[in-house]
């Protein structure tokens, strides 16, 4: 563990250095890591490989990618932002909350992309729509640690429920969470989420996953999950 973790550090090093300056890496122009203008705001796709990545979460996303070839699987792409449409969606439902009247709603961001590359959250999630399933792969960084050398619990709980979330589609939000922590994840390991929806009743999403360790001998968690689709004519405030 200690061995990833310092390759981890390793990497971020290089790419402070590169920070400071430097131009960036060639990776950051390959066409796979789309780059796209709305509101004259620049809006990277974070769910693809940076030089954080251990060899374990390089290689699963690797068969993943082939695994999306015949179309059964896609990548979802992951943002900062939500688009134009998803932040209006959710403002609607909104109405009244602190950040409508404030310039703070355009610095808004999701929290698991606000770290430095390797730092924190770096994961990529899968989709099987035919099944109602995806797969995250995530490989938790050193800002997130609890008991020292190992991943903070209301980190993983961040991560299953951004897993589960994504096996629903559209505008929810998370209504209950229920997770056994069984075994602690070291910290800079790399973790696959596998989560699916278990039903789907009016606008009620129930959602079940388990985390397991990339060799799967390693059960960390399992979680259920339920996710209301948001009604619009409501407000929540
Ligand atoms: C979450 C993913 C979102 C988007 C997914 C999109 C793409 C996925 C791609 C990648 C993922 C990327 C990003 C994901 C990003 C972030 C994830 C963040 C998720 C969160 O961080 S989210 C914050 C924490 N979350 C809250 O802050 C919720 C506070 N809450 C409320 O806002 C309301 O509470 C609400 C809206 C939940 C419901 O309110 P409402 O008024 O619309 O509906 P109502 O109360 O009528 O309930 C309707 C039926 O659900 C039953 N019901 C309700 N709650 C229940 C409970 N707890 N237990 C058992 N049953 C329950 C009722 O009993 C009734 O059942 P019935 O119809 O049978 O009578």
Redesign the pocket.
């Known amino acids: 563990m200690l061995r990833s973790c310092t390759a981890g550090l390793r990497s971020i090093w290089a790419l402070r250095g590169r920070r400071e300056g430097a131009p960036r890496l060639s990776m950051d122009l390959q066409p796979a890591r789309r780059l796209f203008s709305t509101e004259k705001v620049i809006h990277k796709d974070w769910a693809l490989p940076n030089p954080s990545w251990s060899k374990d979460l390089k290689l699963l996303f690797d068969q993943f990618m082939k695994k999306c070839e015949d179309g059964s699987w896609e990548r ?1 792409p ?1 943002y900062k932002r939500r688009s134009t449409q ?1 932040s209006e969606d959710f403002k609607t439902y909104f109405l009244g909350s602190a950040l409508q009247t404030q310039s703070l709603w355009k610095k808004a961001q ?1 929290f ?1 992309r606000g770290f430095e590359d390797g730092l924190g959250f770096e994961y990529v ?1 899968f989709k099987n729509n035919d099944e109602k399933r995806t797969v995250c792969l995530f490989q938790g960084g050193p800002y997130l640690q609890g008991v020292p050398g190992l991943l903070h619990g209301g980190a993983m709980a961040t991560m299953i ?2 897993a ?3 096996c ?9 969470l229920n997770i056994n922590f069984k075994r602690p994840v070291p910290l800079c390991s790399v973790v696959v989420i596998n989560s699916q929806l278990d039903k789907l ?4 999403l129930f959602l079940s996953c388990n985390v397991r360790s990339v060799d799967e001998k390693t059960l960390y968690s399992e979680a259920t999950g ?3 689709k ?2 619009p004519e ?1 407000s ?1 405030t």
Do not use: H, P, Y
């Open positions: 979802l992951s998803e999701l698991t999630i429920d951004i589960l979330g994504s629903t589609g559209g505008a929810v939000m998370t209504a209950n009743e009016g606008r009620k339920l996710f209301i948001l009604d409501k929540s």
